[in-house]
């Protein structure tokens, strides 16, 4: 079996292009680690991104890992790709985590690594273990025992502060881990080190306070790039093992104006940042050597100035292109005749409701107009398949919400099929329904999620509506695990110990749920009071507590809220106003 790990390894390297080459010796030593497969993590352009960072750091090599493909028990110690070096003999282990539901797969990396799981067992001889990504900055304390500091905010302005650190306190040289630690929470914006901070509760279980110990800061600033301008973040390596295939990614802005208040990413990103149509098209340029597919990233790529100009060069040019993201809104025959030029078969659609109101409730921004004409528009253009995204559970959601997303559905696949029958062919519609589950630092962080057996109605009451309806494929949400990612996502410290209780079940979560003495539905099922102190409350990520809890009190109202103007002089949601000099 260890000669199939190996296999693997050979497998992946091969087929890159634009890896590192790392040489021993020259400094730090940092495997970076996505909790993942290959697969999911070399899709993800930030920790693509780090990787490339670390590498251009004086003083700094980095490899990476990933949780090992499916192998039996005997499997030797986790290693890096690049070395096949264990984890275990580098000075930090760094884990780049977007998603709650990898965090068990922390724990079983480092018990993989021959670590022992928790930070406070783990002394000078052992890596310095750290963590960052957007699931970190929202909350990272399901974690919190588990790793000893966290990275909180943007890569390009924290990496340097923090290295500068690690040298400055003879880390390489086996220094003492927590002087190394204080000097890091004193001295380096963003980093947040769960050991120097003790949490109080009261008898109702709600967090009392949240105490910094010696010279910590009371709170912990996110570390932000304030202007995109000076950097690009594109692929550093292409390959055929992704989501996307053989696609160059060029990130073209960060945040999302639109402020749907569901979505984190609009609002720990504010205000949004765009980079140039020059400074894209360089990129686009330096992609199309290495790839005829560009894939352009952000959260409102349709917003991005000049977008139709960079993809009409970009087509001209032979390329093909792919988005993360358009909404139906923004589509129109430019935009559709980039897809179709690019080969696309299939275009998503993201309703997220299917009544209007409960679009109202979500600031969501478009109608349910919008909607079926880009389905007719994508159609006739002649991408014939659609996908669409729906969630359940949302706050406020009654019994005819849940059945608008059948009547427009049914709404869809009438001019879906008008405008199919007109091109004589036929293609599908794919439905994505999605467990909402409510996240830190947006308007939503307040409710509490929908129960299991409720979201299971209502994907019945869908999966029913839409049975008989030839064409329509759909695909549900297993409202357990939107549970699980509830838990993790809202939890506070004492969800750490539930979390290693599902590693020592081998990740049986109905049996964990059953034996834990910490009960999950208080995190999960229980509606929060505004003035609650919060578990990620410690966090400043520049946005008034005040300005969500009016979004909220909004979204209860069935009232929307204009897009953010991205404008210095706004102070609406007090972002601008934190970082204006």
């Known amino acids: 079996?260890?000669?199939?790990?190996?296999?693997?390894?050979?497998?992946?390297?091969?087929?890159?292009?634009?890896?590192i080459r790392s040489v021993d010796g020259r400094g730090l030593r940092v495997a970076l680690v996505y909790p993942n497969r290959y697969h999911v993590g070399m899709s993800n352009l930030g920790f693509q991104t780090v990787y490339e960072?670390?590498?251009?750091?004086?003083?700094?090599?980095?490899?990476?890992?990933?949780?090992?493909?499916?192998?039996?028990?005997?499997?030797?110690?986790?290693?890096?790709?690049e070395n096949d070096a264990p984890l275990a003999g580098f000075d930090v282990i760094a884990f780049s985590i977007s998603y709650e539901n990898d965090y068990p797969n922390v724990l079983s990396i480092l018990e993989q690594a021959g670590l022992p799981l928790q930070s406070s067992r783990r002394g000078k001889l052992h890596p310095l273990v750290v963590a960052g990504g957007v699931a970190c900055l929202l909350n990272p304390e399901a974690l919190s025992a588990f790793i000893d500091c966290f990275l909180l905010g943007e890569s390009e302005s924290l990496l340097p502060a923090f290295f500068d650190c690690l040298r400055e306190n003879g880390h390489a040289a086996g220094g003492d881990k927590k002087h190394l630690l204080s000097a890091l929470a004193r001295d380096v914006a963003g980093v947040y080190v769960p050991a120097l901070y003790r949490p109080r509760y009261r008898q109702d279980g709600t967090l009392a306070a949240f105490e910094p110990l010696k010279d910590a800061p009371a709170t912990v600033e996110r570390s932000v790039a304030k202007t995109l301008s000076r950097f690009t973040t594109c692929s550093t390596i292409v390959t055929p093992h992704t989501t996307f295939g053989d696609t160059y990614l060029v990130e073209v802005g960060?945040?999302?104006?639109?402020g749907c208040r569901f979505c984190?990413?609009?609002?720990?990103?504010?205000?949004?940042r765009f980079r140039s149509a020059d400074q894209l098209r360089e990129a686009i340029g330096a992609g199309s050597s290495v790839a005829q597919k560009i894939g352009l990233v952000g959260a409102a790529v349709s917003d991005l100035p000049e977008i139709k100009k960079l993809c009409a060069q970009a087509l001209a040019e032979g390329l093909h292109l792919s988005f993360s993201s358009l909404r139906a809104d923004a589509l129109d025959a430019d935009f559709i005749e980039v897809l179709r030029s690019s080969g696309v078969k299939t275009a998503t659609i993201a309703p997220?409701?299917?009544?209007?109101?409960?679009?109202?409730?979500?600031?969501?921004?478009?109608?349910?107009?919008?909607?079926?004409?880009?389905?007719?528009?994508?159609?006739?253009?002649?991408?014939?398949?659609?996908?669409?995204?729906?969630?359940?559970?949302?706050?406020?959601?009654?019994?005819?919400?849940?059945?608008?997303?059948?009547?427009?559905v049914k709404k869809i696949k009438h001019v879906f099929l008008r405008a199919s029958r007109a091109r004589k062919r036929i293609g599908e519609i794919t439905i994505s329904l999605n467990c909402f589950v409510p996240k830190p630092f947006t308007p939503f962080q307040w409710v509490a999620m929908d129960t299991t057996a409720s979201l299971k109605s209502k994907i019945k009451t869908v999966k029913n509506g839409l049975r008989k309806i030839p064409n329509v494929r759909l695909h549900a949400d297993v409202p357990r695990w939107g549970h699980i990612q509830c838990l993790l996502s809202r939890g506070d410290r004492r969800t750490a110990e539930i979390l290693q209780l599902a590693h020592q079940l081998q990740g049986n979560w109905p049996q964990t749920l059953k034996q834990t003495p910490v009960n999950s539905d208080f995190y999960v099922l229980r509606e929060r009071s505004i003035d609650e102190l919060l578990p990620w409350d410690f966090i400043d990520n520049g946005i008034d507590k005040s300005f969500l809890a009016q979004e909220y009190n909004r979204a209860l109202d069935g009232r929307t809220s204009p897009p953010c103007p991205a404008d210095d002089s706004c102070s609406l949601c007090g972002v601008c106003r934190h970082t204006s000099p």
Request: proline share 7%.
């Open 1 to 19: 079996m260890a000669r199939k790990n190996r296999t693997n390894r050979e497998k992946f390297l091969a087929t890159e292009t634009g890896t």
């Open 53 to 81: 960072q670390i590498n251009r750091l004086d003083g700094a090599v980095c490899e990476r890992a990933f949780l090992p493909e499916p192998v039996d028990t005997n499997a030797p110690k986790i290693t890096t790709l």
């Open 254 to 258: 960060r945040g999302c104006p639109h």
């Open 264 to 272: 984190s990413a609009g609002f720990i990103f504010r205000p949004p």
């Open 352 to 408: 997220d409701a299917g009544s209007e109101r409960m679009r109202r409730v979500i600031n969501k921004g478009i109608t349910e107009d919008d909607v079926l004409r880009a389905a007719q528009m994508l159609v006739e253009s002649g991408i014939p398949n659609i996908k669409l995204y729906f969630m359940i559970g949302l706050p406020t959601e009654t019994a005819a919400d849940v059945e608008a997303i059948v009547d427009l």
